[in-house]
Structures are given as structure tokens and as C-alpha cells.
């Protein structure tokens, strides 16, 4: 579904992709995976066009997409829940949610995608009313999601979902993002929370200063001496 192949990118002198490249299959799981500053949150903003590339392919359902706007990569499905949940803060939490159907052209399927939305998250159709920015942590990443999923991406793009959360709240974001892929969204996830991002994918990408240095089945890589000692606190 998403190829990338020989990807480079710069930030003025900054050489941070230095020849990546991935493929994630449609109706799977894939995680980049690695230390802060390996590039893993370049990779995304290269696919969703947020940072431009210098060399390279990039690929979304065999459609060469390098020269896409943001606004055009979001129309063709690939939508991105930014690290930090960015969430308007002085709007409710409908109206955020709401903002997620800026592109869509299927304006009367928008209910039943919003009730969709309150089935995975339950605690956002309460708060549907609440301004977005007194919600706690936890539930400001949900909206996040929430948000990206109303614009019924085909291909999600999870930057750090479980960011400072507290464990519990991330084993629930965890398990609604492996339900969002079973019925059927492909996923592309960005997390320093190693291991649990094993245990719900199905491919794995390690990264350092901008390279890939592993890859291979996420049980596999859960296995290895190696992954484990370097990157899995084992
Ligand atoms: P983190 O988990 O800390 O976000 P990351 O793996 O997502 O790490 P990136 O954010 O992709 O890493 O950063 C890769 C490299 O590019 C780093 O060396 C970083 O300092 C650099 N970088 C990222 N954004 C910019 C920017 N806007 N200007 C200059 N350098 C940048």
C-alpha cells in the first residue's frame, strides 16, 4: 500500500533520512521504532508531505506521491495524529472532531462515521460539549485520534500515541488502535514504547541517526537478543 524507497530528507545542513526505506502492507500493523532524534517522526512527515524530500520514492497504492500537498495526501487517505496531540483547545470536542471532515466529499456518511468514532471512545461522546483543552492527557489523545479518523483515512500515520500517558491509559489506546486496523484501517506507528508497539504490529522498523539498522516480524523482533538488549530494556 505505502512504499518508500532510497528516502532522504534534510533540515538545512541536517541529513536526518539518510536512505529509508519501508513498505507497509494494506491491513497491517507497521511501527517505526527507535531512540529520540533516530527520525522516526521524519518518516511520517515525509509520507504526509509535511517535510520535503530530497531523493527517493515515495508510494501510496502504486501512485508516485512525492509532488502531493498535505491537503492532497489527506483526500487520498493517509491521515497523521501529530505527536503532542494537537488539539484545538478552545473548541469542544465535537467541533475538533468535526474538523477532521474538512476534506471528506461523502458529507452524508459523516453521522455514522461520528458514531463510530463514539464507539472506539466512548468518553468523547460524554464530553461532546467540553472544551477540548480541559480534557485530560489521555483523552486529548483519543480526540486526536478521533479527529483523524473522521476523515476516514485508509492509511493512519500514530505519532507517539502513548506519550506521557499513564500505563493503563496506554494498554487502552493500544487496544483501540489494534481494533481501528481490524476493521480494517492499515497502520503506521510511530513509538518509543517499544514493546508494547511489538505486541500489536506486525512489522517492525528500528531506526538510528536517520538509517534502519533492523527489521523483520514484530515476533521475531520481540525475540531477538540483540533488539531485546538494544532496544527493549531486557
Ligand atoms: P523524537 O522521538 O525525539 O521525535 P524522532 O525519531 O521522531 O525523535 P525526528 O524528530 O524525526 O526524530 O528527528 C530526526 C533528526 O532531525 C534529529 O536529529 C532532529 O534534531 C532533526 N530535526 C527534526 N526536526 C527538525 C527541524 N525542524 N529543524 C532542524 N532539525 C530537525
Known sequence: MLKLRDVNAYYGYVHALKGISIDVEEGKIVSLLGANGAGKTS?????SRLVSVESGIIEFQERNIKNYSPEQIVSMGIVQVPEGRQVFPQLTVKEN????TFTRKDKDNIPNTLDKVYTYFPRLKEREKQIAGTLSGGEQQMLAIGRALMAK????????PSLGLAPLIVKDIFEIIKEINKEGTTILLVEQNAF????????????????????????????????KKAYLGA
Open 43 to 47: 518518516t511520517l512527515k515525509v509520507i
Open 97 to 100: 472532531l468535526m474538523i477532521g
Open 153 to 160: 483515512p485508509k492509511l493512519l500515520l500514530l505519532d507517539e
Open 196 to 227: 508494547q508497539a511489538l505486541q500489536i504490529s506486525d512489522y517492525a522498523y528500528i531506526l538510528e541517526t536517520g538509517k534502519i539498522v533492523h527489521q523483520g516480524r514484530a515476533n521475531q523482533l520481540i525475540s531477538d537478543q540483540n533488539v
